[in-house]
């Protein structure tokens, strides 16, 4: 209670409502993780489901790095409300195919429908920096993912719960919740930007000219690289968390949703309130750094686990890596003007994307080579790709907005 009052206290309305967004949203994601294997498994009828998590997350990641810049244009032309309002319908429509599959082709199409229109997150980020001043970005961007915590401590533990009673209803309840999740924008969300009624240039439809920017100028193009390699990273807990838990520790559905409700209790905690006092003691890069070395920390006793106690034991340095990623969020909203942030959020959104689409399937076939012999060494993996990071990290200048041309 004390948690939720502190961040309250600081919200107002429009605040309000799209953490309740993200909430949600995060609620509906995490219903899934639990049971997405066994559902692979049920529909295809193979023995092993890693491929097949490793395809259905590269092709959301696909199908949202080729829409995720249009769509961030758009809602610095047309407004974020409307964009995110399409997002969170095409959330709703995949949930609905994920329930009613029967056949790996509708698994496929409701995760294409889901990428195609996803721009939760890099709209909810515009959106916030709109209507945040640029001293207290860095304390909202935590709570911003401090609420994505609160929903990933619920829906995990949710998910596994119902997905041992019944394979296909962790789906339905997903499918729900982001249609009340849609209702709740559509009614109560405000406007946080004037549509700017300019027409929508074609070529921007090309998803690769939006990179432009980051390999034209010098203070974004390092930003935008620390962006795809932290989430290079953070892909190999979604494709291999649930076929690790159940290959090492035979945990079912509820146990496996237990550790990741763990987890979102700790990361809650964690992002809600150390990212402000971290850059304030810290600076960005030392706070950024210090995530990245507890991240590495905890990798290293996952890999060489033999208990499930030490997995929850090391749960709040786990946590503790996530400090870096609001950070990093508040550094890269000032590398370019107010007028270009969603533009320049959704070339973010689509160097997220690009991890995304080729880290699911590099971390699901390492992952199946391994497994036989040692399942813990993919995290060794994610480790490697997190000591890539730190030099960049080290290298980055401070300053003002780049002048970057309007694309």
């Not at 968390?241 to 990361?267: E, H, P, Y």
């Not at 033999?306 to 969020?329: C, E, K, N, R």
């Amino acid at each position: 209670m004390y948690l939720v009052h502190i961040s309250f206290k600081y919200m107002n309305k429009s605040l309000i409502v799209i953490f309740t967004a993200i909430v949600l949203d995060a609620i509906g994601i995490g219903l899934i993780f639990p049971i997405l294997p066994s559902l692979l498994q049920s529909v295809t009828h193979a023995e092993s489901a890693a491929p097949y998590i490793g395809i259905m997350m590269a092709l959301y990641a696909a199908m949202q790095f080729i829409f995720a810049p249009v769509l961030g244009s758009l809602s610095d032309r047309i407004g974020r409300r409307p964009v995110l309002l399409i997002s969170l319908a095409g959330a709703a429509i995949n949930y609905l195919f994920l329930a009613l599959a029967s056949n790996l082709w509708m698994l496929l199409l409701g995760r294409a429908i889901a990428g195609l229109t996803s721009a939760n997150t890099s709209v909810a980020t515009a959106y916030i920096t709109d209507i945040s001043p640029e001293d207290k970005r860095a304390r909202r961007f935590g709570l911003l993912n401090a609420m994505f915590g609160i929903g990933f401590i619920i829906g995990p533990v949710l998910g596994g719960a119902l997905g041992d009673y019944g394979l296909r209803l962790p789906f339905i309840a997903a499918a729900v919740l982001n249609t009340c999740n849609l209702l709740l924008a559509f009614f109560m969300l405000p406007e946080s930007r004037a549509p700017s009624h300019q027409k929508i240039d074609l070529a921007a439809l090309n998803p690769l000219r939006p990179l432009r920017w980051a390999f034209s100028e010098k203070r974004l193009l390092p930003i935008t690289v620390i962006f795809f390699i932290f989430s290079a990273a953070g892909e190999v807990y979604g494709t291999c968390w649930a076929l690790w838990g159940n290959d090492t520790f035979q945990w079912n559905g509820l146990w496996i949703g237990l550790s990741l409700g763990t987890f979102g209790v700790c990361q809650t905690l964690a992002q809600a309130f150390l990212p402000g006092p971290a850059v304030k003691l810290l600076g960005e890069r030392g706070t950024i750094l210090t995530g990245i070395v507890s991240a590495c920390m905890a990798l290293i006793v996952m890999a060489f686990a033999t208990q499930s106690w030490m997995i929850f034991a090391i749960m709040p340095v786990f946590a503790l890596g996530g400090i870096g990623a609001p950070a990093l969020q508040s550094l890269a909203t000032r590398q370019v003007d107010e007028s270009q942030q969603g533009q320049f959020q959704g070339v973010l959104a689509s160097a997220v994307s690009l991890a995304s689409i080729v880290c699911p399937l590099a971390f699901s076939s390492v992952y199946f080579a391994v497994k036989a012999q040692w399942p813990g060494a993919i995290w060794l993996s994610a480790l490697v790709v997190y000591a890539i990071m730190v030099p960049l990290v080290l290298g980055l200048r401070f300053g003002k907005p780049a002048a970057v041309p309007a694309i």
